[in-house]
């Protein structure tokens, strides 16, 4: 029986203050999360509290990593209809997550002073995120945001820098490909 999707990973080093000034665009990109059901709920989501501006001040390199989920074609027939789409591509992504997390922490770790950019918080999945009640952060020295949270975008530094075109889906229905978009800023 054929695997339902494979997972591949691609990586790219480039100038970090290069891609800052290239690639983001705070008030254009974060105008698009005001759409997102996310947006004011979760730790790593915009608005940020406090100023992020100088947050990459200090860093060389930043290494791009795309984490791309193929979904084989039998896979993607017998997703008949957006709801079992919606339900592979999230089974498939929690896995991608499950496996590409535990390792861009140990990048993290592995450079002094870096610092990760990767995918909204799933860190108290189950429960929810602690900002829609007022709270603070449960994991604050784990939590860290996505590069669309702090304004860069995501479309144009896979297409550029990743060689990746990412595919959206315009009838609900599973796309062939999905890519997971990450950074680690170093010094």
């Given amino acids: 029986m054929t695997e339902p999707y494979t997972i591949t990973r691609t990586e790219a080093t480039v100038d970090a203050r290069d891609y800052v000034s290239r690639y983001r665009d705070v008030p254009r990109i974060t105008a698009m999360c005001h759409g997102c059901p996310n947006y004011g709920k979760l730790w790593s989501c915009p608005p940020h509290e406090g100023d992020v501006s100088g947050l990459f001040d200090g860093f060389t390199r930043v290494t791009i990593h795309g984490?791309?989920?193929?979904?084989?074609?039998?896979?993607?027939?017998?997703?008949?209809?957006?709801q079992q789409s919606r339900a592979m591509a999230s089974r498939a992504i929690e896995a991608?997550?499950?496996e590409l997390l535990p390792w861009l922490y140990e990048q993290e770790h592995s450079h002094p002073g870096s610092l990760m950019l990767a995918g909204r918080?799933?860190?108290?999945?189950?429960?929810?995120c602690t900002?829609?009640?007022?709270?603070p952060c449960r994991h604050p020295e784990l939590m860290r945001?996505?590069?669309e949270a702090i304004g860069f975008d995501v479309v144009k530094t896979?297409?550029?820098i990743l060689g990746i075109d990412l595919e959206?889906?315009?009838?609900?229905l599973l796309t062939q490909h999905i890519t997971i978009?990450?950074?680690?800023?170093?010094l």
């Fill in 96 to 98: 991608a997550w499950h």
């Fill in 158 to 160: 896979a297409h550029d």
């Fill in 145 to 147: 945001h996505s590069l």
């Fill in 121 to 128: 918080c799933r860190l108290c999945r189950p429960q929810p």
């Fill in 67 to 82: 984490t791309t989920i193929t979904f084989s074609e039998a896979t993607r027939r017998q997703c008949a209809d957006a």
């Fill in 168 to 172: 959206w889906s315009s009838d609900g």
């Fill in 131 to 135: 900002r829609a009640e007022g709270q």
């Fill in 181 to 186: 978009v990450t950074a680690l800023f170093d």
